[in-house]
């Protein structure tokens, strides 16, 4: 791993300087902030919402029209109905995949940052919740230290 560790060392090198707070929280802030707006415009670019509204629409109308025939007996209609059940299905499995088509592009600058960050600041203390004495530290995992043990 010593490849990725050195590419992870020399994108966090200039960040080292902002690794104490309250500047590193302001880095944690400005991470979280990119990361928003890189899932943000990946959706907005790439997924086809007006197909996923028109399958939830047809969807929805398929549901009701089929527990309108169980409720009134209508065997016939009913069956009608339960022969576009495969159509149905394929079509909400399209309009799934539609939503997460955006992931593989996502993930990769999710970890590229989130990992740049936790190198760059280490296990330190970053921001302290206002009303809780349990301090929230920034690393890969989350560290929960209650060491003052006072009661909540």
Do not use: C
Request: charged content about 20%; hydrophobic content about 45%.
């Amino acid at each position: 791993m010593s490849f990725i560790d050195d590419i992870l060392n020399s994108l966090a090198g200039p960040l080292r300087q902002y690794s104490h707070p309250p500047s590193a929280t302001l880095l944690v802030l400005g991470a979280a902030i990119v990361l928003s707006l890189i899932t943000m415009s990946a959706n907005r670019f790439l997924v086809n919402y007006k197909m996923i509204a028109n399958t939830r629409r047809e969807y929805a109308t398929w549901t009701m029209a089929v527990r309108k025939a169980k409720k009134e007996g209508d065997d016939k209609q009913l069956e009608k109905l339960m022969r576009r059940q495969s159509a149905m299905m394929k079509m909400q499995s399209r309009s799934t995949f539609e939503q997460f088509k955006t992931y593989p592009i996502t993930i990769i600058p999710f970890l590229l940052i989130y990992y740049t960050v936790v190198t760059a600041i280490g296990s330190i203390p970053v921001a302290y919740a206002p009303l809780v004495t349990v301090k929230v530290v920034w690393s890969p995992v989350l560290v929960l230290d209650d060491s003052d043990n006072r009661r909540f």
